[in-house]
């Protein structure tokens, strides 16, 4: 979905509103609503590089290595990288729903009920997003190597 924002939106009170062009978070990044990954495996385990985060191999442990087994099983290639489309509010073709449960060691369980399975993120959290949201919502999806995703499925 492409969106068009005006330079300057105005209330109708004249306030200022603050949109996408006027925010006053610095890194980009915070700003978008839906954020994409690509895990790849490496040494066996699930890690991603992000040049917006300075993250290298940042890895998933804890059952959240285990959920993305389970999603990308239908990906061919998955090993060597796939898209991994994640953000705090639901979104068109969204394959998984992951609650907050608790709080462990600077990260946060998260559960899926609809695979009767928890995942542990790291505080690298906290790199997307200000507070750990209460829901996330992933779409896992084949790597084109282009802009555009092929679903795998939702």
Excluded at 81 to 95: D, K, R, Y
Aim: proline fraction near 5%; charged fraction near 25%; charge should be negative.
């Amino acid at each position: 979905m492409n969106w068009c924002v005006a330079p300057h939106f105005v209330a109708t009170n004249g306030d200022q509103m603050n949109t996408p062009t006027n925010n006053t978070t610095d890194n980009e990044s915070e700003r978008n609503s839906i954020r994409i990954i690509k895990p790849y495996k490496f040494a066996g385990t699930w890690v991603f590089d992000d040049d917006n985060t300075n993250l290298v191999r940042e890895p998933f442990v804890d059952g959240a290595d285990d959920i993305i087994d389970v999603m990308t099983s239908q990906i061919d290639g998955a090993d060597e990288g796939f898209a991994l489309i994640f953000s705090a509010q639901q979104f068109p073709n969204s394959m998984l729903e992951l609650l907050r449960v608790r709080e462990e060691f600077g990260g946060w369980w998260y559960r899926s009920a609809a695979l009767d399975m928890e995942g542990w993120l790291c505080p690298a959290l906290f790199l997307y997003f200000k507070e750990a949201p209460e829901k996330l919502f992933c779409k896992f999806a084949q790597d084109t190597g282009a802009e555009n995703f092929v679903s795998t499925g939702g």
